[in-house]
């Protein structure tokens, strides 16, 4: 089997990504193609993934694979600094880890919206993330009466 | 990207995935955000997989209480270096915690019972399911009204959905013959049932420990009444069965669960300063193996009361000090409360929080 060394990315607005092979397979859904069908010099389409995000993410691979002797303490600051992002950047991201299949970094994104969501009102949650309300004043003042330890 | 909230919050595993990482008190504001987050939050998988992710970090349960009023207003939660206070049961009066199980406490509380001095009026034994997390405390119906402590365990798992409590009590029938007999309650169907005569009563005073949904506990010794003889083990559906102790000199035994094997934490029978940890292979032939064998510093085991196990760390409890003995780097450090607690805390129960109902 000949293996390339170089795998090309193509993001959805069609921007090219040309990166180590040992880079893009910490994505399992890129392992799954290489296998498969083994492109030598081809290029692998990825559109559910934007080239602003994607560039993102390889910057993520690279680091992890690059820096495997960097001591935990320093993964994680390195880690914490890049999820120090804006809410719609965390969401971008995130799709972009699921579509990818990039474990580490999905579980690295949902701790940092799951810290979002801690010590805050269900109205500042709705907010941060734009979700609509969809319950009436009646059923909010039952939670409240029923639960309202919960929101001290 | 102006609606990222909402197309984001469609991916159902995503959300899934994020909100299983909250702790349960923040789950509980989180189901008044929105509907769709509500059902998510109440579905048994999402329950589920709450508990796996919880079941990752335990913590050790205490309740401090005074000689004369156990009024639990709270529980303290520790595990080894923060400690937090959990709402008891207010108002209610534990006499004791018979046990923690997916983030659920059994708790019972003997209202107009007295065990001191022998002496027994017949009162009013109260059952209670209580989840701290959630705060929800259920009272379970009045089983058969006996003035006698009783002897319970309760069997969950392996999977999430129910529970049993058996309660073990002696009687006398009609020929004056003392028999034991057991009725259980089934979260289920929530009654109990009596099962007659059972051939074995669990020693009142041992603490039992429950594993992939069988309950195990010690039997007093029939030939002098003061060791352990046995142990008595039953399954969720009521098959009762015994497991005799390892041949060798096992003393002062505690039952445990070591990553999903019962275990025996006992002293060394030649050096007193030593405990061993016995595994159990096979229960059908009652076929242990010493897999672990440590010195003790500050106290022997002989003077050990409680014994609770979270992952590779065990806690050793005296009636002053707290232990615990990390597994992985056989090292022991002291439990420090961090404050002057005049307060006595009950035995430490392994626990992790949940969003389990106490009533299916």
Redesign the interface.
């Known amino acids: 089997m000949a293996f390339t060394k170089k795998v090309t990315l193509k993001s959805s607005d069609g921007e090219l990504f040309i990166i180590d092979r040992a880079v893009a397979l910490q994505s399992r859904t890129i392992q799954y193609v290489l296998e498969d069908t083994n492109p030598v010099d081809a290029i692998i389409p990825v559109p559910a993934v934007d080239a602003r995000t994607l560039s993102k993410v390889l910057e993520y691979c690279k680091k992890h694979l690059i820096d495997l002797n960097t001591d935990f303490e320093d993964y994680s600051k390195w880690d914490k600094d890049f999820v120090d992002a804006e809410v719609w950047m965390l969401y971008d991201l995130i799709m972009a880890a699921d579509y990818l299949h990039i474990p580490p970094l999905i579980d690295l994104i949902c701790d940092k919206i799951a810290s979002m969501f801690k010590g805050q009102t269900p109205d500042k949650i709705r907010e941060i993330f734009n979700i609509d309300n969809d319950f009436s004043k009646e059923e909010e003042e039952d939670f409240k009466k029923k639960s309202g330890w919960a929101f001290k | 990207?102006?609606?990222?909230?909402?197309?984001?919050?469609e991916?159902a595993?995503?959300i899934t995935?994020?909100?299983s990482?909250?702790?349960v008190?923040?789950l509980?504001?989180?189901?008044?955000?929105?509907?769709?987050?509500r059902s998510l939050i109440c579905s048994p998988n999402f329950m589920r997989l709450q508990l796996l992710r919880s079941k990752e970090y335990p913590t050790y349960l205490f309740f401090p209480y005074t000689h004369w009023g156990r009024k639990v207003h709270f529980l303290t939660k520790t595990d080894g270096e923060t400690t937090e206070t959990l709402?008891g049961c207010d108002g209610y009066r534990f006499k004791d915690m018979i046990c923690s199980f997916n983030g659920l406490i059994c708790c019972i509380n003997c209202e107009g019972l007295i065990f001191c001095k022998r002496t027994r009026t017949t009162g009013r034994l109260e059952i209670r399911i209580y989840n701290p997390a959630?705060?929800e405390v259920l009272l379970l119906p009045r089983g058969r009204n006996l003035g006698e402590e009783p002897k319970i365990g309760v069997a969950f798992g392996p999977r999430i959905n129910g529970y049993k409590v058996f309660r073990f009590f002696c009687t006398t029938g009609e020929t004056q013959d003392k028999h034991n007999e057991c009725e259980v309650y089934s979260s289920i169907t929530g009654s109990w049932k009596g099962i007659g005569r059972v051939a074995h009563s669990p020693w009142g005073s041992s603490k039992h420990v429950c594993i992939n949904g069988i309950v195990y506990w010690f039997v007093r010794s029939e030939k002098d009444g003061l060791t352990v003889g046995f142990i008595l083990a039953v399954d969720v559906e009521e098959n009762f069965s015994v497991i005799n102790i390892p041949e060798e000199k096992t003393l002062h035994p505690c039952l445990v669960n070591l990553e999903g094997h019962l275990s025996l934490v006992a002293a060394n029978g030649v050096d007193k300063d030593r405990f061993d940890i016995w595994v159990l292979y096979d229960s059908k032939e009652s076929i242990w193996v010493k897999k672990w064998s440590d010195y003790m510093p500050i106290f022997n085991i002989k003077q050990v009361n409680y014994v609770a196990v979270r992952k590779n760390e065990i806690l050793f409890g005296s009636v002053k000090h707290y232990l615990f003995y990390n597994m992985v780097t056989r090292t022991w450090r002291e439990l420090n409360w961090g404050h002057s607690c005049r307060d006595r805390f009950s035995f430490p129960m392994t626990y992790t929080e949940s969003l389990l109902p106490c009533k299916y």
């Open positions: 990207m102006d609606d990222f909230g909402s197309k984001l919050f991916v595993d995503i995935n994020i909100l990482r909250l702790p008190k923040s509980i504001i989180c189901k008044s955000v929105s509907k769709h987050w709402p959630t705060r």
